[in-house]
């Protein structure tokens, strides 16, 4: 059976011995799938050994129904390294110290992008200090989520 499986599927006869089976072979899977509920159109079994089908989709695939998108990378699969975070990270701040009578900001990002800034980028960070006369702190944590992060600026 084909269930839960839509759209262009491809089947793989290539180690077939004798391509005078084809035509059996096709009848065979036309026969097979009749009551299928879905509808489904056949190629021809290609000189390759290839066959295509499209079949149409009846309900969400069963992966649909059966898990929740990653918390870390929202469901795309993916995840900023911890360079690319320190580098937005640093963006924002240089952002957030634009802003008049600031004394100071804490940063909060997770702890290998706070390792990163710490130990790669921190003359970055003291020329940001010293351009815009203020401090800044950055804090790991062991609980933020990757491409989380937070600024708090302090006042003067």
């Known amino acids: 059976r084909l269930r839960d499986l839509g759209g262009l599927i491809v089947i793989d006869f290539i180690d077939m011995r004798d391509s005078k089976h084809n035509l059996e072979v096709e009848k065979n899977l036309k026969i097979f799938v009749k009551d299928d509920k879905a509808r489904i159109k056949f190629g021809k079994i290609s000189r390759f050994g290839i066959m295509e089908l499209s079949r149409q989709r009846i309900r969400p695939s069963i992966e649909f129904g059966s898990f929740v998108p990653c ?76 491409g989380e992060s937070e600024i708090i600026s302090e006042k003067t």
């Open 71 to 146: 918390k870390h990378c929202r469901g795309k699969g993916v995840i900023q390294s911890p360079e690319a975070q320190g580098l937005s990270f640093l963006r924002k701040l240089n952002l957030e110290t634009l802003k008049d009578e600031i004394a100071g900001v804490k940063g909060t990002v997770p702890a290998n992008v706070a390792d990163y800034l710490l130990n790669k980028k921190r003359k970055e960070i003291l020329d940001l200090e010293t351009r815009r006369n203020l401090s800044i702190r950055i804090e790991g944590s062991n609980t933020m989520f990757p």
